[in-house]
Nanobody
Framework: QVQLVESGGGLVQAGGSLRLSCAASRSIFSINAIGWYRQAPGKQRELVAS???????NYADSVKGRFTISRDNAKNTVYLQMNSLKPEDTGVYYC?????WGQGTQVTVSS
């Protein structure tokens, strides 16, 4: 079992950027799929981006071209670089690997 701790959330104006980090309690080298999810108020949790152990990435249509997921196996950390943020990106962002969830980090984008 792996414990995950997200960080990097905050309040940002529309058009701004944030980088989220997901630090794992053990090596993530062997973990195939790691994902970032978000949950907006009153909505279901949705997949934002995922990355495999081989580096293949997948993005929700709503964030393609704006968000970039990456992993640093040496630091046991997965990142989510978020650019050109929009108010609809507001929510709690969670890391999942492979079936374990972190506690989440709040992202608020003001218009």
């Amino acid at each position: 079992q792996v414990q995950l701790v997200e960080s990097g959330g905050g309040l940002v104006q529309a058009g701004g950027s944030l980088r989220l980090s997901c630090a794992a309690s053990r090596s993530i080298f062997s973990i195939n799929a790691i994902g970032w999810y978000r949950q907006a108020p009153g909505k279901q949790r949705e997949l934002v981006a995922s990355i495999t152990s081989g580096g293949s990435t997948n993005y929700a249509d709503s964030v393609k071209g704006r968000f970039t997921i990456s992993r640093d196996n040496a630091k046991n950390t997965v990142y989510l670089q978020m650019n050109s943020l929009k108010p609809e990106d507001t929510g709690v962002y969670y890391c999942k690997a492979p079936a374990n969830w972190g506690q989440g980090t709040q992202v608020t984008v003001s218009s």
